[in-house]
């Protein structure tokens, strides 16, 4: 019987972390393909990341249900109880980076055409990449247990936070601008949902050293 619950909890395991890994890819193409539709104004790209949501929404529900029927009927312990606890956590935290891919589609949407300013510009092209970086570096730490990778993926998303800053006082030196007035909006906003990618990203990687070791999150 004992044997039997090994091989049910660590089967179980396995398919919650390769789950969370196909489902952080899903969701880290939903977030390129959201900013590369703001980038060219492409409202056909747009409307399929808001949906492609819905198999977001379904796959991490799914997740969630694994999570939850492991530690009902496996009683889990030690490591094992917590990495199923942290991936709940994950599976929201990716959730949420989704529900940005959206937002950042309906943007695009909703945007007026006007001019770009560069200097916002060159700022968002450093921040896009940076964001998506952090969030796969971090899922792959979850995933392997890679305490040091962890720990660079939270480095990417604090630069993205200052990149944040960055952008935000560029913006204040154009906000008298009118010609660009619906670009600088839409780019603020763009920044802001960027760098809530990289505090889920950040997130997620401070729980790596919780699972490997049972030490304090990083």
Same mark, same amino acid.
């Given at each position: 019987?004992?044997?039997?619950?090994?091989?049910?909890?660590?089967?179980?395991?396995?398919?919650? &972390?390769?789950?969370?890994?196909?489902?952080?890819?899903?969701?880290?193409? #939903?977030?390129?393909r959201?900013?590369?539709?703001? !980038?060219?104004?492409?409202?056909?790209?747009?409307?399929?990341?808001?949906?492609?949501?819905?198999?977001?929404?379904?796959r991490?529900?799914?997740?969630? &249900?694994?999570?939850?029927?492991?530690?009902?009927?496996q009683?889990?312990? *030690?490591?094992?109880?917590r990495?199923?606890?942290?991936?709940?956590?994950?599976?929201?935290?990716?959730?949420?980076?989704?529900?940005l891919?959206?937002?950042?589609?309906?943007?695009?949407?909703?945007? !007026?055409?006007?001019?770009?300013?560069?200097?916002?510009?060159?700022?968002?092209?450093?921040?896009?990449? &940076?964001?998506?970086?952090?969030?796969? #570096?971090?899922?792959?730490?979850f995933?392997?247990?890679?305490?040091?990778?962890?720990?660079?993926?939270?480095?990417?998303? &604090?630069?993205?936070?200052? =990149?944040?800053?960055?952008?935000?006082q560029?913006?204040?030196?154009?906000? *008298?601008?009118?010609?660009?007035?619906?670009?600088?909006?839409? *780019?603020?906003? =763009?920044?802001?949902?960027?760098?809530?990618?990289?505090?889920?990203?950040?997130?997620?990687?401070?729980?790596?050293?919780?699972?490997?070791?049972?030490?304090?999150?990083?």
């Amino acid at each position: 019987m004992a044997t039997e619950s090994a091989s049910g909890i660590s089967g179980g395991i396995d398919q919650l &972390r390769n789950g969370l890994i196909e489902v952080a890819s899903v969701i880290v193409g #939903q977030v390129e393909r959201a900013v590369d539709a703001w !980038e060219n104004q492409d409202h056909a790209e747009a409307a399929a990341v808001i949906a492609g949501d819905d198999e977001v929404d379904a796959r991490c529900k799914d997740l969630e &249900r694994l999570a939850f029927d492991l530690v009902l009927l496996q009683a889990p312990k *030690a490591h094992d109880l917590r990495l199923i606890h942290t991936g709940l956590i994950i599976t929201v935290a990716l959730e949420r980076v989704g529900d940005l891919a959206v937002a950042i589609a309906h943007r695009v949407e909703a945007m !007026e055409p006007s001019r770009p300013i560069p200097e916002v510009d060159a700022l968002l092209k450093r921040m896009e990449p &940076r964001a998506i970086s952090a969030l796969s #570096q971090a899922v792959q730490a979850f995933a392997r247990e890679d305490t040091g990778l962890a720990i660079v993926a939270r480095s990417d998303a &604090r630069s993205v936070q200052d =990149l944040l800053e960055g952008v935000m006082q560029a913006a204040s030196h154009h906000a *008298a601008d009118q010609d660009s007035a619906p670009w600088l909006a839409s *780019a603020v906003l =763009l920044a802001r949902h960027l760098e809530r990618v990289s505090n889920n990203a950040a997130e997620i990687a401070g729980r790596v050293r919780f699972v490997a070791e049972g030490g304090d999150p990083i």
